[in-house]
DNA sequence: TTAACGTTTGTCCGTTCGGTCAAAATTCTG
DNA sequence: CAGAATTTTGACCGAACGGACAAACGTTAA
């Protein structure tokens, strides 16, 4: 086996590797795929361009390289929706954490849009496979609690969209949200504001017989 | 005056600057700015590029002129709430209209994501004086429906976002919304399930007392 | 008809881009 | 310490990029 890069098993190997991501998800969130150089990602890196060819042997690599370990984070949260919870503390939670992932990972968030808003060229596999199962997989979860009426009945994709549009926002949008709060309200509390928001508007949204 | 352009005389060049501002909004939109090519416009507008940088001399010069024309038709939704109107019906009928505008005019929508996403470099003035004046004068109008116990008690500023995200949603993140629905669900009529759970979502989230 | 003005094009330029390569420097292993 | 393997670098390449320019082509109105 011809291996274009060496086998992982070197500490450095490890090391740099970790390194590159980090400055390529400061770099790719920032600008897009096509809007990042390499040159950027080498310099953020604190390396030459050819080195951290080294490692990558091309730009996409990098790229792909990022989503594949950013998507179990990602989609953690949602994962954890239990269906023997109660609906409210259940969906309360995914929201709060979701939000706290707009918080934590905005970069991440900003990963994740960029490649969306353009067509998905590189990850509709992953949209199409995992992450379509797992929403399937809690859409059935919902249902039983519309069922059980414990939850309002309505549209349980459109719910999750709804909690992934509402939440993301904070991270994606972050630069118009603070524009429009203007300095005194735009400063850290802001998260906490939308965290009280979005619970009561779920939450009074989703009352059965609503 | 010594004009670069020459001063918006004839025909042709008004008609020509129309070609161009079109193909560039489907080719902005679908790649970001720096992720499109003069090229690519030109081609898309059917002229060769020396020809198109004729009518705008660099390529920020069609981005700004997109983005300027494009800020009124977005904004005018959320100029339309009356404060004189019934609060229900106001709020309902600003969400279906956001939402028709996602289905109808998707480029737009991703147009101004691409630029948010990446820090609004060009566009920053306009989201912190017309976009933050509107929002501004909006907030006031739900304070006093809050006030009046029309709507329920909550914070204004966050239910205007929570608007923007879900119904731009389904413009920008496009693509995913129809790889989680699948081909069955995924088809048109995925507007009307969204403004109804929507619909739902808010009116139900915002009755006085929640 | 012709001169002025508006429009279009082929060609070219300097820069930046993604990526290669051979050689040098470093680290690892016996 | 020696030699092998790994890591780093400077120099370089072709393609694509944003943009400039003069010449050619159309159009129009005196």
């Not at 968030?109 to 490649?115: C, D, G, K, P």
């Not at 809690?138 to 009426?149: C, F, N």
């Not at 904070?170 to 619970?199: C, H, I, K, T, W």
Request: aromatic content about 8%.
């Amino acid at each position: 086996m011809d291996e274009a890069v060496p086998r992982r098993r070197t500490r450095i190997q490890a090391e740099k590797r970790e390194v590159i991501l980090g400055a390529a998800l400061e770099v790719f969130s920032a600008h897009g795929f096509r809007g990042a150089t390499i040159d950027q990602i080498a310099e953020a890196a604190g390396m030459s361009k050819p080195n951290l060819l080294y490692y990558f042997r091309r730009k996409e690599d990098i790229h792909t390289a990022l989503i594949q370990r950013l998507l179990d984070t990602w989609l953690a949260p949602l994962r954890e929706m239990d269906a023997a919870g109660d609906p409210v503390t259940e969906l309360r939670s995914y929201i709060r954490r979701k939000l706290e992932m707009a918080r934590d990972f905005p970069r991440e968030s900003r990963l994740f849009a960029n490649e969306i808003l353009q067509g998905a060229p590189r990850i509709m596999p992953l949209l199409e496979g995992e992450l379509k199962d797992l929403v399937d997989e809690k859409v059935v979860v919902l249902r039983g609690w519309m069922r059980a009426g414990r939850i309002a009945r309505t549209d349980p994709w459109h719910l999750i969209f709804a909690i992934w549009a509402t939440t993301q926002h904070y991270a994606d949008f972050d630069v118009q949200v603070r524009a429009v709060l203007g300095p005194d309200r735009g400063g850290d509390g802001r998260f906490e504001d939308a965290a009280r928001f979005l619970e009561q508007l779920f939450v009074n949204g989703l009352k059965p017989g609503g």
